[in-house]
C-alpha cells in the first residue's frame, strides 16, 4: 500500500510563492510510483476538502487539471524516478490557507488526471500551509 508524505508547508505572506512536495514509497506489489495519478486536495477550516490540481501519471507528457481558483496560480511537476510530486503555488491569497493532502490512485491510462476525490485511494497527512494579509 502507497505511503504518501506531504512536505514545505508552513506560514506566508500573501503575494509570495510555496511549494509543496509529496514523497511516496511502499507500492502495492508490482507497481511504481508511474503507475498512480497522483493530485493535491486541501480542507480549510470549517470548510469541506476541496480539489486543488491532479496530475496523470505518464512521467513524458503529463496532464494536469486545476481548480478554477487556483488555476494560473499553481503548477504541478512529477519526478517518477525520484517517486515525488510538487505543487508550486504563486500569488497565494488568505484564502488558499488550509490543509493540503496529497492522494493518488493506480490507473492503467497514463494520460488521466481527476478532479474526483471519490477515484483517490492513498492519501497523506497533510501540511498546513498558512497565508498571512
Known amino acids: 500500500q502507497v505511503r504518501l508524505v506531504e512536505s514545505g508547508g508552513g506560514l506566508v505572506q500573501a503575494g509570495t510563492s510555496l511549494t509543496l512536495s509529496c514523497k511516496a514509497s511502499?507500492?502495492?506489489?508490482?507497481?511504481?510510483?508511474?503507475?498512480?495519478?497522483t493530485g493535491w486536495f486541501r480542507q480549510a477550516p470549517g470548510k469541506e476538502r476541496e480539489f486543488v490540481g491532479g496530475?496523470?501519471?505518464?512521467?513524458?507528457?503529463?496532464?494536469?487539471k486545476f481548480a478554477a481558483s487556483v488555476k494560473g496560480r499553481f503548477t504541478l511537476s512529477r519526478d517518477n524516478a525520484l517517486n515525488t510530486v510538487s505543487l508550486q503555488m504563486s500569488s497565494l491569497k488568505p484564502e488558499d490557507t488550509a490543509v493540503y493532502y496529497c492522494?493518488?490512485?493506480?490507473?492503467?491510462?497514463?494520460?488521466?488526471?481527476?478532479?474526483?476525490?471519490?477515484?483517490?485511494?492513498?492519501w497523506g497527512q497533510g501540511t498546513q500551509v498558512t497565508v498571512s494579509s
Open positions: 492522494a493518488a490512485f493506480i490507473t492503467h491510462s497514463p494520460y488521466y488526471a481527476s478532479d474526483d476525490a471519490r477515484e483517490y485511494d492513498y
Open positions: 511502499g507500492y502495492t506489489e508490482g507497481y511504481t510510483f508511474s503507475s498512480y495519478a
Open positions: 496530475i496523470s501519471r505518464a512521467g513524458g507528457q503529463t496532464q494536469t
